[in-house]
């Protein structure tokens, strides 16, 4: 019958940290993280994904067949700042946990925000990879991280 309405969605192109870009479809509109979950993944050393939980198969909308061996960057949101991801890849690099908040792209567009936590994996003193589990984020903290970020652009 009558068309979808569109009128949230745009193109944006995203430039990565090592030079690649892609032009992604942005819909600003908010998913709202589900209750109770947590959503966990782990990637290799350089940051490619190596395992997903159900919960994040189903928040990101993509399938675990794409999400294993992607780059864990399918992921970033043109409105997350560069800067706090150096941030992350410069803490964990060093063995160290971080923490921050995640604005996320999902597949068709829209966004979620998550609490992030990334711990290296270290056995026998080898660095193998990291775990980044995500929790629900308050209110408070989005909207504080929102203002944060939009001035690190
Ligand atoms: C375990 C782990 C989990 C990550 N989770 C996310 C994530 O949920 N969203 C995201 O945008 N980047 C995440 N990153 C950071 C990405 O690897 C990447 O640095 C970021 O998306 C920015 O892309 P770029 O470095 O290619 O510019 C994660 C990295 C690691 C090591």
């Known amino acids: 019958m009558s068309e979808e309405k569109n ?23 908010e998913v709202p993280y589900p209750d109770g979950k947590l959503i966990v993944s782990r990637t290799d050393v350089k940051g490619f ?15 675990r067949e794409e999400l294993i061996g ?3 960057n399918i992921l970033r949101h043109p ?3 560069a800067i ?4 992350l890849w410069d803490t964990v690099e060093k063995g160290e946990k971080w923490q921050g908040f995640v604005k996320n792209l999902r597949k068709d567009g829209t966004y979620y925000w ?8 270290i ?3 080898q660095l ?24 690190l652009m």
């Open 7 to 29: 009128d949230n969605l745009r193109e944006e192109l995203i430039r990565y940290y090592d030079g690649a870009e892609r032009v992604a479809k942005i819909v600003d509109e």
């Open 49 to 63: 994904i190596t395992h997903v939980n159900q919960a994040f198969v189903d928040m990101s909308g993509y399938t």
């Open 70 to 72: 992607a780059n864990h």
């Open 79 to 81: 409105d997350m700042p």
């Open 84 to 87: 706090a991801f150096k941030g």
């Open 114 to 121: 998550v609490k992030a936590t990334v711990i290296p994996n």
């Open 123 to 125: 056995r026998n003193g």
């Open 128 to 151: 193998l990879g990291y775990t980044s589990v995500r929790r629900k984020p308050s209110r408070s903290k989005i909207r504080e991280s929102e203002a944060l970020y939009a001035t």
